[in-house]
């Protein structure tokens, strides 16, 4: 079983960065492909980025594609994500979890909260 932790949420302007972890407890994180999934006020959560469990391949939601990127660091049991040119449209809270399957996520974190003014 994997715990994750996400941090690195907060309040930034449009056209500003962030960069959100991901800490997982266990031995097992490395065998699992991760993604971070976001959530808007009112609205279904919806998925953002995934990466293969060595790092090798990622797939992103066409809304971040070029802004955001997805990594991995297996040594420290961390995920990544960086986000760069930020739009008001990105606020909502972002959650990591762990592929259990084909479109298939579980082990989820509690979030952190992403805000970005206009």
């Known amino acids: 079983q994997v715990q994750l932790v996400e941090s690195g949420g907060g309040l930034v302007q449009a056209g500003g960065s962030l960069r959100l972890s991901c800490a997982a407890s266990?031995?097992?994180?490395?065998?699992?492909?991760m993604g971070w999934f976001h959530q808007a006020p009112g609205k279904e959560r919806e998925f953002v980025a995934r990466?293969?469990?060595?790092?090798?391949?990622?797939n992103y939601a066409d809304s971040v594609k070029g802004r955001f990127t997805i990594s991995r660091d297996n040594a420290k049991n961390k995920m990544y994500l960086q986000m760069n040119s930020l739009k008001p449209e990105d606020t909502a809270v972002y959650y990591c979890?762990?592929?259990?399957?084909?479109?298939?996520?579980?082990?989820w974190g509690q979030g952190t909260q992403v805000t970005v003014s206009s």
């Open positions: 990466i293969s469990w060595s790092g090798g391949s990622t």
């Open positions: 979890a762990a592929e259990l399957g084909s479109n298939e996520y579980g082990y």
């Open positions: 266990g031995r097992t994180f490395r065998n699992y492909a």
